[in-house]
């Protein structure tokens, strides 16, 4: 298995701009999170989802969108992209499992807009 | 509300010393416990976890961490630490309260092992 992969690994954006990061899980994993690290902060959740057709809003979701269309795949789409959204973006997911909550981290994508 | 905290946000050592990296929860309700390490450059990795049963649990790299439930507390100790230590670690947990399965963070711990 490859596990979590996320593309690309890095992007530079000009203010204003659009953008999809891409995750795909191949252990068909229900769960599945997009996470922004800033230095200093940890990691705060953008949205998440439970499945294929339903995702919610996680603490800082302003500015992001997100689609589940299949058990795979969990893009996160950047519109009109700000300085402030300049950060590490993360994707993990958790197994179906009701008894495992860990979470399997992607490599990251490191994302810069000027 | 349910928050995790790490209390050291930066933690220096020299090579083979004793190492202990801080963590307390808000809550008193039924917990998951975890903890992850960053690399530099690198995804987070899960290190260690406590879902039930003995209150100590070890990594394969000599990692433990040891839950106290009543002080709502899982430290993170290494007896004696390795330069490819060095990274931030992350202390996570999953409140037992609903259905969810997120996890709240701590703001992480850079632990810097010098030479």
């Known amino acids: 298995n490859a596990g979590v992969t996320q593309t690309p690994k890095f992007r530079i954006l000009k203010i204003g701009q659009s953008m999809t990061l891409q995750c795909t899980q191949d252990?068909?994993?229900?769960?599945m999170y997009w996470y922004r690290q800033d230095p200093g902060m940890g990691l705060k959740l953008i949205y998440y989802?439970?499945?294929?057709?339903?995702?919610d809003k996680g603490e800082v979701p302003n500015g992001y969108n997100v689609s589940r269309s299949t058990t795979e795949d969990f893009p996160l789409r950047l519109e009109l992209a700000a300085p402030s959204q300049t950060s590490v973006y993360f994707c993990?997911?958790?197994?179906?499992?009701?008894?495992?909550?860990?979470?399997?981290f992607g490599p990251g994508t490191r994302l810069t807009v000027t | 509300a349910q928050s995790v905290t790490q209390l050291d946000s930066q933690v220096p050592v020299f090579e083979e010393a004793p190492v202990e990296l801080r963590c307390n929860y808000s809550?008193?309700?039924?917990?998951?416990l975890f903890w992850y390490v960053q690399y530099p450059n690198q995804g987070l990795q899960l290190l260690l976890k406590?879902?039930?049963?003995s209150t100590l649990v070890e990594s394969i790299n000599g990692f433990e961490a040891e839950f106290n439930k009543s002080q709502t507390s899982f430290h993170l100790r290494k007896p004696s630490v390795h330069i490819s230590d060095t990274a931030e670690y992350f202390c996570?947990?999953?409140?037992?309260?609903?259905?969810?399965?997120?996890?709240?963070w701590g703001l992480g711990t850079s632990l810097a092992v010098n030479p």
């Open positions: 993990a997911s958790t197994p179906r499992d009701r008894s495992s909550y860990e979470q399997y």
């Open positions: 406590y879902l039930s049963g």
């Open positions: 252990m068909n994993h229900n769960y």
């Open positions: 996570a947990v999953r409140f037992n309260a609903g259905n969810n399965r997120k996890l709240i």
């Open positions: 989802s439970v499945g294929a057709g339903i995702t």
């Open positions: 809550s008193s309700v039924s917990v998951y």
